[in-house]
């Protein structure tokens, strides 16, 4: 099927495009390349109920979807504005996340070294404010441009109006926006921070790292600690950090003296999802074709099935334990459909 020189297809497998490779079959199956052709497919398909696909690497699927899967395959980067101390580059929604940190360390722009090796594409960056090792997408990102699914019309949400939390922002709970393409701003002038423990760590020989130089330590320490998605299926960390309140803190200090607290505001305080994990006994552990990496207690992995069904059977199995153990339900980072 065509639909203005758009192809759109019918009866598409999704194992390849999440990276848990589970099997499901999508009815319509599409890849607009501008914003043009997307609001072309929405007016066509309007009656369809409809999802949108990045790179697939923070979902999966445990049964068929009826209606119109949307990939948008929007690329390039371009120079918006600069200033002898930042430049504003809008980017495709389409474009591959770590080619684009790749290429901002290779210009010298700063504020996003410390998300290298994510993962994804970039127009799912603002949608999960994907973060890692001390930064977050949230603080380079001025714009995201988005096309409303219902109206069909541009809009623009600014860093405010994107309501950015940790792990979440308006795009993962309001899925009438599409988002067509992101605008950074980056600092052209780069000084390097102590602010996380494996990072600084690995820089410790290192007087004044460079911007090559971290993201470089970045991406040795992320393949020391995850594995391979095309060796492991896997969705990277599968389950959020929780957070707590001071009464939950000190009771979970009272069974894990040992337990790692980060303040986030007044009163609230985020501790280590994988601990937990690992504390419960589950790091390693596996149950049929479905387990937790042994190397990083956050990361469940899939030894050879095709059937979400399995994998969400599993995270209920982590969740009870360690509901069960310290009183604290993990909530999935993952999405499932």
């Avoid at 119109?68 to 101390?85: A, H």
């Avoid at 009771?251 to 607290?261: E, H, I, N, S």
């Avoid at 994988?274 to 149950?287: F, P, T």
Wanted: charged fraction near 25%; glycine fraction near 6%; proline fraction near 4%.
């Amino acid at each position: 099927m065509n639909k203005n020189n758009l192809a759109i297809h019918r009866n598409v497998s999704l194992k390849p495009y999440n990276s848990f490779r589970t099997q499901a079959t999508a009815t319509f199956f599409c890849q607009p390349k501008t914003d043009e052709e997307l609001m072309v497919v929405l007016k066509e398909f309007s009656d369809e109920k409809m999802l949108v696909l990045g790179a697939g690497c923070n979902l999966f699927f445990t049964k068929n979807f009826d209606g119109l899967i949307i990939k948008p395959d929007m690329t390039g980067i371009r120079i918006l504005n600069q200033t002898p101390e930042f430049v504003e580059l809008e980017v495709g929604a389409g474009e591959d996340w770590d080619k684009f940190v790749e290429f901002c360390v290779e210009k010298g722009y700063a504020g996003i070294e410390n998300l290298s090796l994510i993962p994804g594409k970039v127009g799912a960056s603002p949608v999960q404010n994907i973060g890692a090792y001390g930064t977050e997408a949230k603080d380079a990102i001025v714009k995201v441009n988005a096309i409303d699914l219902n109206t069909c019309d541009s809009i623009s949400f600014s860093n405010e109006e994107c309501a950015f939390e940790y792990r979440d922002s308006i795009f993962k709970h309001n899925r009438q926006f599409i988002i067509t393409s992101v605008v950074f701003r980056l600092n052209k002038n780069f000084r390097y921070i102590e602010k996380y423990a494996d990072l600084n760590h690995e820089m410790k020989d290192v007087h004044q790292p460079s911007l090559q130089q971290v993201r470089q330590a970045i991406i040795k320490i992320r393949r020391q600690k995850l594995p391979d998605v095309n060796v492991l299926p896997n969705a990277g960390s599968f389950f959020k950090n929780p957070i707590l309140t001071k009464q939950e803190k000190d009771d979970l200090l009272g069974k894990l003296p040992d337990a790692p607290f980060y303040p986030v505001g007044n009163e609230a305080f985020k501790t280590s999802a994988a601990y937990l994990i690992e504390k419960a006994g589950y790091k390693g552990r596996r149950n049929g074709a479905v387990g937790i990496y042994e190397h990083h207690a956050l990361i469940i992995v899939n030894y050879g099935t095709e059937n979400g069904c399995d994998i969400v059977n599993f995270m209920h199995e982590v969740q009870q334990a360690v509901e069960e153990k310290f009183a604290i339900r993990l909530l999935p980072e993952v999405q499932i459909y």
